[in-house]
């Protein structure tokens, strides 16, 4: 069983910050690619950030220059450095994580249950 645990959403200002994390646990053989999603209310989830088991990075254009994904390899976990939010960014964020366990060695995908990120004044 594998799990993905997000912590680091809340409230926020215009103009602040915020550091989503999101930690994987369970019989992991490896993790490939690691990725942050959100989904606004009435909007589809759409991708925000991904990084690969390399550190190469892919970013929406909406985000680009203000969010920064990061991974600790020895942690599991993979990190989502939010800057300069805007309330457009408010959505519900959901990590997701390409990862081969011990019993199925290739890659599947796994979603966290999702964190809250509210930009408003």
């Known amino acids: 069983q594998v799990q993905l645990v997000e912590s680091g959403g809340g409230l926020v200002q215009p103009g602040g910050s915020l550091r989503l994390s999101c930690a994987a646990s369970g019989s992991i053989f490896s993790i490939y690619a690691m990725g942050w999603y959100r989904q606004a209310p009435g909007k589809q989830r759409e991708l925000v950030a991904s990084?690969?088991?390399?550190?190469?990075?892919n970013y929406a254009d909406s985000v680009k220059g203000r969010f920064t994904i990061s991974r600790d390899n020895t942690k599991k976990t993979v990190y989502l450095q939010m800057n300069s939010l805007k309330p457009e960014d408010t959505a519900v964020y959901y990590c997701n994580a390409q990862i081969g366990t011990m019993i199925q060695v290739r890659a599947q995908p796994y979603w966290g249950q999702g964190t809250q990120v509210t930009v408003s004044s």
């Open positions: 990084i690969t088991s390399s550190a190469s990075t």
